[in-house]
T-cell receptor, first 114, second 115 residues
Framework: DGGITQSPKYLFRKEGQNVTLSCEQN?????MYWYRQDPGQGLRLIYY???????QKGDIAEGYSVSREKKESFPLTVTSAQKNPTAFYLC?????????????FGAGSRLTVL | AQSVTQLDSHVSVSEGTPVLLRCNYS??????LFWYVQHPNKGLQLLLK??????LVKGINGFEAEFKKSETSFHLTKPSAHMSDAAEYFC?????????????FGAGTRLAVHP
């Protein structure tokens, strides 16, 4: 079955450590996204990528980094510069044809900073 | 600028009674609007999408939403709630910016369904 796989599902980090969240899709989608979800705030866009080797900052990119070396993969690194990293992180993908705007989401990764 | 406001952060209904989740939007032109559902610790799933073809949009699991331009609303309804409907629901508007379709999410409405 096609879909998006995020790992790990749960992750604990000490302050000052970088962590990388994995996102893999087998939907042959060109575009991939990372969102952060906090209670009562909906989803906020961190980074997005429309093609391989290209990505753009979203609304809250500070303290995060991404890479897009393969079409299937879009890992997110939460760096020590992110002041409040505890959150639920969601990866999504979509086609990029004109008028296509429906996202497919992964099951999410919950990051807790100790 | 486009935005969405979900008028209720929590809604509680009894099983078998109607569901109404309210959403108002702001947009400078005819918008594309969506409702997504999220079950606990899961990703989001598309319920339905409005793209100006018809004002009443039918989605999965018996949900539907009506686009009312005069009221700038896109409320989500279901005639009879089921226990499995308990989840968080997000109203979303699309904004096209920089060659990219950006989705603006509302803050979410948590639906509780009681026996």
């Amino acid at each position: 079955d096609g879909g998006i796989t995020q790992s790990p599902k749960y992750l604990f980090r000490k302050e000052g450590q970088n962590v990388t969240l994995s996102c893999e899709q087998n939907l042959n989608h060109d575009a991939m996204y990372w969102y952060r979800q906090d209670p009562g705030q909906g989803l906020r866009l961190i980074y997005y990528s429309q093609i391989v080797n290209d990505f753009q900052k979203g609304d809250i990119a500070e303290g995060y980094s991404v890479s897009r070396e393969k079409k299937e993969s879009f890992p997110l690194t939460v760096t020590s510069a992110q002041k409040n990293p505890t959150a639920f992180y969601l990866c999504a993908s979509s086609l990029t044809a004109p008028g296509v705007d429906v996202l497919t989401f992964g099951a999410g990764s919950r990051l807790t900073v100790l | 600028a486009q935005s969405v406001t979900q008028l209720d952060s929590h809604v509680s209904v009894s099983e078998g009674t109607p569901v109404l989740l309210r959403c108002n939007y702001s947009s400078s032109y005819s918008p594309s609007l969506f409702w997504y559902v999220q079950h606990p610790n899961k990703g989001l799933q598309l319920l339905l999408k409005y793209t100006s073809a018809a004002t009443l949009v039918k989605g999965i699991n018996g949900f539907e939403a009506e686009f009312k331009k005069s009221e700038t609303s896109f409320h989500l309804t279901k005639p009879s709630a089921h226990m499995s409907d308990a989840a968080e629901y997000f109203c979303v508007v699309r904004r096209f910016s920089g060659g990219y379709n950006k989705l603006i999410f509302g803050a979410g409405t948590r639906l509780a369904v009681h026996p």
